[in-house]
Structure formats: structure tokens, C-alpha cells
């Protein structure tokens, strides 16, 4: 099964409603790239007038978290995955709509290779950013992924 956007999106609704609440939304993803919106809204502002960090570590998050999941589909193996750290970094109020991107689906490849080859868990950071409609960078977000094949 390939994943699509529509497919992340009703997986948000029925699995990770708070997200879907906030207006997370995936619109692309490809063989190295995920991209998921949110617009600051009401539900998900903080008491300054921006958006909620954790509503953009839920965005940033599933950019990073698509491209391993669609990655482990294409493997045709069992593997787990869990983030083992992760770490945020603002540089502007976050208001309007926020588009996180993550383009680095080749770590997750070489992660998943050695994972298979090796059969010891692997760790791949993967980076996204946020930026806001005007194209100027909002926050930066790290996500340190452990996968491991499944015995």
C-alpha cells in the first residue's frame, strides 16, 4: 500500500485526533520529501497570539514520521519505529498558515538498509522546518528516529 496525503489524513482523524483538531494536514509526500501545513487558528494558538509549539511539533513531527512509515511499507519487513529524542528551535511567531517540510527521505533509505543488513536498530535524525506564507523560517524541529527489524 502506498501512502498518500489523503491516506495520512484520515489516519490523523481516526488515530491522532488532537492533531486532525488542529488543523494538521499532510499535502505531499514522495520518495524524500513530506509536506504538512497547519494554520494558526483559535484551537491551536498559545496565550501570546501564535501558534502552540506542541501544534507545530505535531506538524513538523509527521514530516518526518511519514516519509519512515512510508519507507518501512516499501521495505516489505517488519520494523519498528519510535522517536528517542527530539528538540525544537523558534525564530518567529508563528501565525497564518505554517508549512513543515522534510526532505530527507535518503537518511531514512540508508537507515532502513542497515537496519535490514545488519539486524541491529539503527537511529536517523531527521530535520524539519517550518516557515510561514511569506517564506520566512518560524522553527526548526529534530527528530531522532529509532527503527529496528523485528525478529
Not at 520518495?31 to 511539533?57: E, L, Y
Amino acid at each position: 500500500m502506498k501512502i498518500s496525503p489523503s491516506k495520512l489524513n484520515t489516519y490523523l482523524m481516526f488515530k491522532l485526533p488532537s492533531a486532525y483538531l488542529c488543523g494538521v494536514r499532510t499535502k505531499y509526500i514522495d520518495k524524500n520529501k513530506c509536506i504538512v501545513t497547519v494554520k494558526h487558528r483559535w484551537i491551536n494558538q498559545n496565550p501570546f497570539n501564535s501558534m502552540f509549539w506542541a501544534v507545530q511539533g505535531m506538524a513538523a513531527e509527521l514530516t518526518t514520521g511519514a516519509l519512515v512509515m512510508s519507507k518501512i511499507m516499501q521495505s516489505g519487513k517488519k520494523i519498528s519505529m519510535l522517536v528517542a529524542q527530539n528538540s525544537g528551535t523558534f525564530t518567529k511567531k508563528a501565525t497564518g498558515r505554517i508549512t513543515f517540510e522534510c526532505i530527507e527521505g535518503d537518511l531514512v533509505d540508508k537507515a532502513i538498509e542497515n537496519a535490514i543488513k545488519t539486524g541491529e536498530g539503527q537511529m536517523v535524525t531527521l530535520t524539519s522546518i517550518g516557515k510561514n506564507s511569506e517564506g520566512l523560517e518560524v522553527s526548526t524541529f529534530k527528530f531522532e528516529w529509532t527503527i529496528k527489524v523485528k525478529s
